[in-house]
């Protein structure tokens, strides 16, 4: 299941050898389930983990060790995560609010589909959330029977021109190419995240690693185009062949808002018009000579795409800053909740 001497070390460091080991596959609001070669529970973090938690990082994540005692029938109590070797979290934009994607990852699978869902720039953002936490990128273009060979070569030269040192693997499960090529990729005993904007295809890659249709995926209205929205957990799946996968399930955009496509020509479009700009480091909010802000008032730009960039630029700052500056600042300031708290406690008693 992925269990390694890293953990069990760390295990014995903290003295939890008492406790079962098991692995979190599955998280709900408030619990999750946990398996090891005995079986699945569901886990409950305890009170007292609860009380010492100062962020989202102090509770468990799908992909986690944790060490468990059980509480009856399929029933386990959660005392401790054991440390992670790595980590896929990102922030929510706006709230000072941490998300885990999946834990203890070795190789994070960036799906996009080659229709109008490709975008180098968001490659670019999930190679900086795999990247961040200690995990491999690669690249899965997904749904390569949409486009003619010439057009996927040249979507291929773009991807080897902005991502020199990455594999990228090109699928599709209509036709099957590319599956078994995914499949050779995937190793026993190690540890794969599928990451993507919804409707890629990453549940149906997954279930043809399965062999069968395990997971729901969307179903594409003829009508609409677009795909309903199926609610499935974040899940962790076991591969015949030992590996071991990880689902995600409703990702919204990373570090920004949900814009969908376009994002890559708006930020063009606006670099453009900033040429002309009077000051090279024009932020087009305030500045005079602003070109980007003559071609709003002259209707050249509409209102709606300005206050798009304008709020991605925001998001896309905040997130630098956030994960920059802040990690130290939070990992100081955590400690120092902890310590208060334990304090507290102490004189308590
Ligand atoms: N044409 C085509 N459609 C695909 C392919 N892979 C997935 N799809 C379709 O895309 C839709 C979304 O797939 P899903 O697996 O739910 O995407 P997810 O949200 O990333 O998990 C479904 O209707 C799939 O049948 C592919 O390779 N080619
Ligand atoms: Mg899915
Ligand atoms: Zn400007």
Redesign the pocket.
């Known amino acids: 299941m992925g269990y390694s001497d890293f953990f069990e070390s760390n295990r014995k460091k903290l003295k939890l050898d008492d406790f079962e080991v098991a692995r979190v596959v599955v998280e709900y609001r408030g619990a999750y389930k946990v398996k090891n070669d005995k079986g699945e529970y569901l886990g409950k973090v305890t009170g007292k983990q609860m009380f010492n938690a100062s962020s989202r990082e102090d509770y468990p994540a799908v992909g986690d060790w944790v060490v468990i005692s059980e509480a009856g029938k399929e029933q386990a109590v959660i005392h401790s995560i054991l440390p992670r070797r790595t980590i896929i979290k990102r922030k929510y934009s706006g709230k000072n609010e941490t998300q885990i994607i999946a834990t203890n990852i070795d190789v994070a699978f960036v ?1 996009e ?1 080659v229709d109008e869902d490709f975008s180098l720039n968001r490659f670019e953002r999930y190679f900086a959330l795999a990247k961040d936490g200690g995990v491999k990128p690669v690249i899965v273009l ?5 486009i003619s060979t010439e057009e996927l070569g040249l979507k291929v030269a773009q991807l080897e021109n902005r991502f020199a040192d990455a594999d990228v693997i090109l ?5 099957g190419k590319g599956l078994d090529e995914l499949k050779v990729y995937i190793l026993k005993g190690k540890t794969y995240c ?1 990451l ?12 043809k690693l399965l062999g069968e249709s395990i ?6 209205s003829l009508s609409t185009g677009k ?1 309903k929205h ?1 609610t499935t957990n974040r899940e962790m799946y076991f591969l015949e062949n030992g590996g071991i996968v990880i ?5 919204r955009e990373v570090g920004m808002t949900d814009t969908g496509a376009g994002i890559d020509s708006l930020f063009d479009e606006i670099s453009v018009l900033a040429k002309d700009c009077k000051y090279v480091d024009c932020t087009h909010v305030h500045e005079p000579g602003c070109a980007v802000l003559r071609a709003l008032k002259s209707g050249d730009i509409d209102e709606k795409k300005y206050s798009n960039y304008i709020n991605l630029k925001k998001e896309s700052l905040h997130y630098k800053m956030t994960e920059l500056d802040k990690r130290e600042k939070d990992r100081k300031f955590g400690k120092f909740i902890k310590n208060a708290k334990k304090d507290i406690k102490k004189y308590k008693y």
């Open positions: 799906v589909a997904n749904k390569i029977d949409l699928t599709s499960i209509v036709d599928f993507g904007s919804s409707g890629v295809g990453k549940s149906s890659l997954i279930n997971i729901k995926t969307e179903n594409i795909g199926t689902d995600n399930p409703g990702m």
